[in-house]
């Protein structure tokens, strides 16, 4: 949960200041800075996974040196930067640029004079002036290999595209925090069915060089965890950045009959977590009897028909347990580990059973 101190809220504007141009859909954050309460308005992709990674929308990207850095506000800050590596906008010998320190990411350091980054400048549509955006990649060097690398890839192309991005996941013993996941497969679909597949690194970062066209994108390459997938598409020489954060995919599927042995169709299956948290719903079976739930956590499971029901119901009397029993005492409790599958959940329905 997040402190007083730093909360969210959602709403869509029209027009916004605070050195975000032109934006339709926005998050504004509360934070303090020094001992100050300011209010930051993000843009409205900002919890996008799709986020672009090239250079469209900026005016100047290049790796450079803080000459110096002087607060001109309570959160603003005139830069003088040196650059060295420039990957778009004319070579210069020094360039002034704004910046939003107090709105700037929180797990980002101060911009002092001496420090080295990867640069990712705008102009201010009111001013003209260029702008350090606080929801731009800007980074310190060291934090900046995958970028750099990519910025110089698309430079070398000439009829291909880049897709790339990070896959993370929930840390076990810190819900706050993500951590990166290595060594997974993500795999790119073409539309004429052709894959191409990547491997993530260490960082948890993969990379793509691919032709033009719509892809279907992946990275539910092992069982255990899953993430949402996208149709994207990409054009030449363009860089499309998606990222992933993986949910623990522990699931439970079976196959539901009734007493003479068909299909029992589209009954409700309930599931219930006895543990690490109390939790209960219940999902239909399809035409062939068969049920499934995914993104199940670690814990213990009962399963059954007309177990939620009120003991004063016409159900009450004809529910069944896993794995085809009719009392609790005898039900057996489905332990379920971390990303495990179970498959094997099947049982039978009384005689009695009227299926809808």
Request: hydrophobic share 35%; net charge negative; glycine share 8%.
């Amino acid at each position: 949960m997040l402190s007083p101190q730093k909360w969210r809220f959602f709403l869509s504007v029209l027009t916004v200041t605070c050195m975000v141009p032109s934006l339709s859909a926005v998050t504004v954050e509360i934070r303090d800075y020094h001992g100050k309460q300011i209010q930051c308005v993000h843009g409205g992709n900002w919890l996008n996974p799709m986020q672009g990674c090239g250079t469209p929308g900026y005016a100047q990207i290049f790796t450079g040196t803080v000459k110096s850095a002087v607060d001109v506000s309570d959160t603003n800050k005139q830069l003088v930067l040196i650059p060295d590596e420039v990957f778009l906008g004319d070579p210069v010998s020094e360039v002034t640029a704004a910046v939003n320190q107090g709105c700037f990411p929180q797990e980002q350091p101060e911009i002092q004079p001496g420090d080295r980054w990867l640069f990712y400048l705008q102009i201010d549509r009111t001013t003209g002036a260029l702008i350090l955006g606080y929801d731009s990649p800007s980074k310190p060097i060291e934090k900046a290999k995958h970028d750099i690398a990519t910025l110089r890839h698309l430079a070398r192309l000439t009829n291909s595209s880049v897709l790339t991005g990070n896959l993370t996941s929930i840390a076990s013993r810190n819900p706050g925090k993500v951590v990166p996941v290595p060594d997974r497969k993500v795999v790119a679909r073409r539309s004429d069915g052709t894959e191409y597949a990547a491997l993530t690194d260490s960082d948890g970062y993969y990379e793509f060089e691919l032709p033009p066209d719509s892809y279907r994108l992946t990275a539910n390459s092992k069982p255990g965890m899953w993430a949402p997938e996208y149709t994207i598409d990409v054009w030449q020489r363009e860089c499309v950045g998606i990222n992933f954060l993986l949910h623990t995919d522990g699931r439970i599927s079976g196959t539901v009959t009734e007493a003479d042995g068909k299909p029992a169709r589209f009954v409700q299956v309930a599931i219930v977590q006895l543990s690490p948290s109390v939790e209960s719903f219940t999902v239909a079976t399809d035409s062939l009897g068969h049920f499934e739930v995914g993104g199940r956590g670690r814990g213990s499971y009962l399963v059954g028909e007309g177990v939620l029901a009120q003991s004063a119901s016409s159900e009450w009397p004809l529910r069944v347990y896993y794995p085809g029993v009719t009392t609790r005492q005898n039900a057996k409790t489905i332990e379920l580990g971390l990303g495990e599958w179970r498959t094997d959940i099947d049982f039978s329905l009384p005689p009695t059973f009227t299926a809808p």
